[in-house]
């Protein structure tokens, strides 16, 4: 009996043995990247291997054949809303990312097939865009494959590659405007004070319709009550509107109630606002 015992016993220990796993660290860990750009979002999933001493582009990675941008799977880039690069609309969805590099030019290439074992399963009939980049020096030799989001703007973003002394760049560009018009039309009629400040913000930081921004701004402050920062946008819509003695007057009482609050920020605008704005007041007060 005990050597039956025994025998399950060791049975039931190389059964555990065998399906423990042992976890080491990865050579080119897996990132994931969430950037919103406009009104999109964007997730950039990738492995990131290290150059250990090694030479990248011409090398690692050889010139003039097709690379999984990346390690391990190939590179993905997922958007909840149709994109546009160099020109080229993008359907929302998922799509795998590689490259071409070359010594003096690269050719990227998004395909529809989105989950590849690397270049393992690639087929060029399912490419959605390929289009063509110039590589550039970086000054800093950056021992990680990096990619990423930069110099954000409303309407696009910078795709950036760096690893080794290059870096490769490219705009994404969104749209927004026919979105944010459009949720500006559904809500104006009975939105709160938020919904109207919004609205007359977006109109003038876009150069709208200043007469409807200032409609907007005061509704804002009427549902919502005075408050410094909505007060600081009216007195730009003012100014916008070359009403300059009422922007000033607006600005003075935002800087004043922004003081109140230690609002350190909003003090020093509106003060930069008076200093520009009070010499445009014509005689009489009358606007330009």
Do not use: C, H
């Not at 997730?43 to 990675?61: C, Q």
């Not at 070359?102 to 490419?127: C, F, H, I, P, Q």
């Not at 760049?169 to 459009?182: G, L, P, T, W």
């Not at 701004?217 to 003012?238: C, F, H, P, R």
């Amino acid at each position: 009996m005990r050597k039956i015992f025994a025998s399950v016993t060791l049975l039931l220990v190389g059964s555990l043995a065998l399906q423990a796993q042992i976890e080491t660290p990865q050579p080119s860990p897996l990132s994931t990247i969430t950037q919103r750009v406009g009104l999109n979002d964007f997730t950039l999933t990738y492995s990131r291997p290290s150059l250990k001493g090694r030479k990248a582009f011409g090398d690692v990675v050889p010139f003039d054949k097709l690379w999984r941008f990346g390690a391990n799977m190939a590179t993905v880039l997922k958007s909840n809303e149709e994109f546009s690069i160099q020109g080229n609309k993008i359907p929302a969805g998922e799509y795998s990312v590689f490259a071409i590099p070359g010594a003096t030019e690269w050719t990227m290439v998004l395909n529809k097939t989105a989950k590849l074992s690397g270049t393992g399963g690639y087929k060029e009939s399912d490419d959605a865009l390929r289009f063509k980049v110039k590589p550039e020096a970086y000054p800093t030799r950056i021992e990680t494959f990096t990619l990423g989001f930069t110099n954000l703007r409303d309407n696009a973003a910078t795709f950036e590659l760096l690893w080794e002394n290059t870096r490769v760049a490219f705009d994404i560009n969104v749209e927004y405007d026919a979105k944010v018009m459009k949720q500006i039309d559904d809500v104006i009629g009975g939105p709160t004070a938020g919904s109207y400040y919004r609205a007359a913000s977006y109109y003038f930081n876009n150069k709208k319709d200043m007469a409807k921004a200032l409609e907007w701004v005061n509704k804002s402050l009427e549902k919502g009550g005075d408050k410094y920062w909505i007060l600081t946008m009216k007195a730009q819509i003012q100014a916008a509107n070359n009403d300059f003695k009422g922007a000033v007057e607006t600005a003075t009482k935002a800087r004043d109630m922004a003081k109140a609050d230690e609002d350190d920020a909003y003090v020093k605008s509106n003060e930069e606002r008076i200093k520009e704005w009070t010499p445009k007041i014509p005689a009489g007060g009358k606007k330009k």
